[in-house]
T-cell receptor, first 112, second 113 residues
Framework: GESVGLHLPTLSVQEGDNSIINCAYS??????FIWYKQESGKGPQFIID?????DKRQGQRVTVLLNKTVKHLSLQIAATQPGDSAVYFC???????????FGTGTKLQVIP | EAQVTQNPRYLITVTGKKLTVTCSQN?????MSWYRQDPGLGLRQIYY???????DKGDVPEGYKVSRKEKRNFPLILESPSPNQTSLYFC????????????FGNGTRLTVT
């Protein structure tokens, strides 16, 4: 498997429970935030995004919460499934600028 | 199917032997970028391109070259690979409009001995 999962904080969750993955960002000028999922042997895959004029956005089984006051982002996965096992990255994008800065990632392990 | 295609998936080479990793996207995206991913360091940007014939350095450009002669292709060139370039490489693209997510290829695992 890929070595990308080494040295990462790991979250272990029982199948069916909800998962919460947290991320702190650094740039106050960032106005666009994205969560990516990376499965073993694959590239990062877009999950959900949120703009800074929102504090919550929901997708299918996923919710992203943004707290600009403390520069914190979280990804909530409802009813976690074995297929959710992966490394999750948050990314921030300053306004009007294509450069994206990625967090180091969190490994989610789903226990059957 | 909309995708970013990288080749090869795996590559083992020796120090100093020039190599090229190809990247192609079929989404008519203007923006393309290369990243390397290393344990504990996350994804770091090597080079990016805002459009044809427009390229710029990312955070770790040393030892790499790129070209963008046509919109769909963005090859990564290592003129003289060294062992510290052993890494997992990803190509990505986006429409280039503000607030557009990146689409990634499946990666190229490069080992330089």
């Amino acid at each position: 498997g890929e070595s990308v999962g080494l040295h990462l904080p790991t979250l272990s969750v029982q199948e069916g429970d909800n998962s919460i993955i947290n991320c702190a960002y650094s740039n106050s000028a960032s106005d666009y935030f994205i969560w990516y999922k990376q499965e073993s042997g694959k590239g990062p895959q877009f999950i959900i995004d949120i703009r800074s004029n929102m504090d919550k956005r929901q997708g299918q089984r996923v919710t992203v919460l943004l707290n600009k006051t403390v520069k914190h982002l979280s990804l909530q996965i409802a009813a976690t499934q074995p297929g959710d096992s992966a490394v999750y990255f948050c990314a921030e994008n300053p306004s009007g600028y294509q450069k994206v800065t990625f967090g180091t990632g969190t490994k989610l392990q789903v226990i059957p | 199917e909309a995708q970013v295609t990288q080749n090869p998936r795996y590559l083992i080479t020796v120090t100093g032997k020039k190599l090229t990793v190809t990247c192609s996207q079929n989404m008519n995206h203007e923006y393309m970028s290369w990243y390397r991913q290393d344990p504990g360091l996350g994804l770091r940007q090597i080079y990016y391109s805002m459009n044809v014939e427009v390229t710029d350095k990312g955070d770790v450009p040393e030892g790499y070259k790129v070209s963008r002669k046509e919109k769909r292709n963005f090859p990564l060139i290592l003129e003289s690979p060294s062992p510290n370039q052993t890494s997992l490489y990803f190509c990505a693209s986006s429409s280039g409009t503000e607030h557009s997510p990146l689409h990634f290829g499946n990666g190229t695992r490069l080992t330089v001995t």
